[in-house]
């Protein structure tokens, strides 16, 4: 329950961010081009709180924490004196409409970078994305990948940590084939290219990690088998399992310091007893835990007891800082911002011509629980998301739906063309047909969240 609070917090203050800046950039440059502004809402549905600022507009905080918007002076909802056409929205020239339409998504994208540079700027722990172990028969393999191996570079652009990494395998998703540049840990000089046919290659939203699915996975410090915490109310804290106790056998079994022995006994005997030999403080002790069942992304009942390892240290060679002058994080976070706008475009197109399935589509819960992990991780992990969700909220509402802010640039756009205003009712359907559009993407997003549960 504590978990479900938190990621709902983290969501909310998220959003909350990131539709305070959308809407200031509507905000700002309608008052910059003189529209009178009645009305700014963060968040849609009954006011929580209100002030009237001096001029007259009404500031709100709403109960639904989902959107925004700032409602201007229009003669085609209020009925104006030629004398107010100066400061309506609807009166200005074709051109400051627009500005006015595109400044909310503008500043999305502002704001990406900015996160971003202070990121760079405050520093981030990372690790260099060396191969941990590679599957036998497997994409990876057949192109020669080998654990210990540095990945430097996906397709001539640079890596140089695991999310680099990751950013770079998904936006080549439908591809053919990709090429690796990798170097041996001893062999720091000799690079070598490597490359991974992508034909037979199914990536889906069930998959553990886009690594995993090509057959590899990053190296991993040594996984104790004493524990770092234990889930309160899980299996593990009904069986009396505290944080500090060393796992030595299952069902009389040794476990022999591998923690992959501890997991696949636990997943194999989901509401059985198995009988724990532990140690604490010194002493043997023998408990009795009966795993929960859980169901797995294959619908198997799995075993599961709310117990977390305790992880060795990174090895020096492996760990970096991401920390740079407050100069060269400006071009840093810039390269970044470009790198993910470049992976959310690309996804998005292949989205739409079938090679991604909308079963990739993350809704509210996914983003909500990915708010959650990087806020619990720290100050610039969680920077390092809301950079990623304003370059996705940038690039969905420039999308051409009427709804969206890309909806009404399409509108101008007709209008610059054919110089007259589309009629209200033909908007009217276009907004009709846009929002089925979008309610209908939504429910299939809110559907998978459901389905990854």
């Known amino acids: 329950m504590t978990n479900i609070f938190w990621n709902v917090a983290s969501f909310v203050i998220a959003l909350g961010i990131l539709v305070i800046v959308h809407e200031f950039g509507h905000f700002t440059v309608a008052r910059y081009f ?36 700032v409602q201007m002076l229009d003669s085609r909802v209020h ?6 056409y100066h400061v309506a929205f609807d009166k200005k020239t074709l051109w400051k409409r627009a500005m006015i339409v595109a400044a909310g998504p503008a500043l999305n994208f502002v704001f990406a970078i900015f996160a971003y540079w202070l990121v760079f700027l405050v520093g981030i722990p990372a690790v260099k994305p060396i191969i941990g172990s590679v599957e036998p028969v497997s994409i990876a393999a057949d192109a020669g990948l080998k654990s210990g191996m540095e990945i430097i570079a996906i397709s001539d652009k640079r890596t140089e940590d695991w999310e680099s990494v990751n950013v770079e395998l998904i936006s080549h998703v439908g591809n053919e084939r990709v090429a690796l540049t990798v170097r041996s840990m001893n062999e720091i000089d000799l690079k070598e290219r490597k490359i991974l046919d992508l034909s037979s290659w199914n990536f889906g939203a069930g998959e553990k990690s886009v690594m995993e699915s090509l057959g590899f996975v990053p190296y991993m410090p040594k996984v104790l088998v004493t524990l770092l915490s234990v889930s309160k109310g899980g299996a593990g804290d009904k069986a009396g399992l505290r ?3 060393t796992l030595l056998s299952i069902n009389g079994l040794s476990i022999h310091h591998n923690w992959n022995r501890v997991v696949r006994m636990i997943e194999l005997h989901p509401n059985q007893t198995l009988s724990l030999t532990i140690e604490r403080d010194g002493e043997i002790l023998k408990l009795a835990l009966i795993p929960d069942g859980k169901k797995n ?3 198997e009942i799995v075993g599961f007891a709310g117990i977390v390892p305790k992880i060795a240290e990174w090895p020096e060679s492996h760990r970096f800082e991401q920390r740079y002058s407050a100069i060269q994080s400006i071009l840093k976070s810039i390269e970044k911002t470009k790198q ?24 509210p819960i996914s983003i909500a629980q990915s708010a959650g992990v990087t806020a619990a991780y ?23 739906f009427p709804m969206l802010d890309g909806g009404h640039l399409l509108f101008l756009s007709i209008e610059a ?14 907004h009709y047909i846009g929002g089925a559009i979008i309610f209908s993407l939504t429910i299939i997003a809110i559907l998978n969240d459901l389905n990854r549960l």
């Open 243 to 245: 944080v500090g106790d």
């Open 79 to 84: 009925k104006l004196k030629p004398k107010n």
């Open 34 to 69: 003189g529209v009178k502004i009645e009305k700014v809402s963060i968040g849609l549905g009954r006011s929580i709180f209100k002030k009237i600022g001096k001029d007259g507009t009404e500031y709100t905080l709403s109960i639904i924490p989902l959107g925004g918007y």
């Open 297 to 299: 992304n294959q619908g």
């Open 417 to 430: 063309v054919i110089r007259r205003p589309l009629s209200e009712n033909t908007q009217k359907i276009g």
């Open 340 to 363: 993910v706008f470049s992976l959310t475009i690309g996804i998005l197109k292949k989205l739409i011509i079938g090679d991604i399935g909308l079963d990739n589509l993350s809704g």
């Open 378 to 400: 720290g100050f610039v992990y969680f920077l390092s998301f809301l950079a990623l969700m304003s370059i996705n909220l940038f690039v969905i509402n420039l999308l051409p």
